[in-house]
């Protein structure tokens, strides 16, 4: 396949890239600064110049390509999501996405199309109850961003292209660099109650599954990009613990973790148990499901 990649250089940008190349594919990786991404990226990908929030020569290439995995967005856990940080985090996953998807949309169904969305996000929090993709988004800010962002790829869908939105969980490499200071300090602990579901994907079996959902025709709409098993915020807490070799102290408490973080803190009192139906009814098998054994492998890594 000859695969665009927006968000190439992020970590999961990088996973999905290197295992592209390792399968044959031709890679191709949009960047704002492409000078810069060359030092960060195989020399094996082409780099392609432009700002997905921004029209540009770069659309034209889209339809040179059999398909395009949109990951590029604001990150956002940067600031406490005041008025011109809300409207970036909107701008780089509506403005862009829309953008994206109209340069799907000229290739007249040629190309397709996997955009990212996130789970935690969409879902918010529901309590215990095993959550598929036909699950009710939450009633928060990010939560109708994530909804607004999925919708953004109508253009494609109005030109006959398939597209898929993947609502990834929590990567565990990321997650790793977030939790690790603290554990290494001896310092860590769960968030909040411990009790909200953390809904985890090893970054090897999430580049896999954006890759399925390239391939296969039946991939269609949002499908929960997480491990089979979710599990609870002090279960995964434990775990870190483990595979650092540091204790886990007692829960930090809700109302702290509210005024450390201010509204962003509903991506981590918060929790979803989601799991990844639509994938595993479609064949899809995870072949790093084990919490415990992928964050080994994810420290190893790093």
């Given at each position: ?133 036909d699950a009710e988004p939450a009633e928060t800010f990010i939560a109708a961003v994530c909804a607004d962002w999925e919708r953004s790829c109508a253009p494609a869908l109005a030109a006959g292209a398939r597209v898929s939105q993947a609502r990834i969980g929590v990567v565990l490499s990321s997650a790793l660099q977030k939790v690790a200071g603290p554990f290494r300090w001896f310092v860590g602990g769960a968030p909040g109650s411990g009790e909200q579901w953390v809904p985890w994907v090893d970054p090897r079996d999430l580049a896999d599954m954006l890759i399925f959902a390239l391939e296969r025709s039946d ?84």
């Amino acid at each position: 396949m000859r695969v665009l990649v927006t968000g190439g250089t992020g970590g999961l940008g990088r996973a999905l890239t290197a295992r592209l190349l390792e399968r044959g594919d031709e890679v191709l990786v949009l960047s704002r600064d492409a000078a810069r991404a060359r030092g960060q990226l195989d020399p094996r990908v082409q780099l392609i110049q432009g700002d997905p929030c921004r029209q540009g020569p770069w659309q034209q290439v889209v339809a040179t390509c059999d398909g395009v995995v949109h990951l590029a967005a604001h990150n956002v856990w940067e600031g406490r999501w005041r008025e011109p940080e809300k409207a970036r985090i909107r701008a780089s996953r509506i403005e862009a996405t829309t953008l994206v998807a109209e340069a799907v949309a000229a290739a007249r169904g040629r190309t397709s199309l996997v955009s990212a969305s996130a789970v935690g996000q969409y879902y918010g929090k529901h309590g215990d109850e095993h959550l598929g993709e036909d699950a009710e988004p939450a009633e928060t800010f990010i939560a109708a961003v994530c909804a607004d962002w999925e919708r953004s790829c109508a253009p494609a869908l109005a030109a006959g292209a398939r597209v898929s939105q993947a609502r990834i969980g929590v990567v565990l490499s990321s997650a790793l660099q977030k939790v690790a200071g603290p554990f290494r300090w001896f310092v860590g602990g769960a968030p909040g109650s411990g009790e909200q579901w953390v809904p985890w994907v090893d970054p090897r079996d999430l580049a896999d599954m954006l890759i399925f959902a390239l391939e296969r025709s039946d991939v269609v709409g949002p499908f929960n990009a997480v491990a089979p098993e979710p599990v609870r915020m002090r279960e995964f807490a434990a775990a870190v613990g483990r595979v650092l070799q540091r204790p886990v102290w007692v829960p930090i408490p809700e109302f702290a973790v509210r005024w450390a973080l201010g509204e962003v803190a509903c991506l981590v009192v918060g929790g979803a148990r989601a799991q990844p139906v639509k994938l595993q009814s479609l064949g899809f098998r995870h072949t790093h499901a084990e919490l415990d054994l992928a964050l080994r492998d994810v420290l190893a890594a790093s």
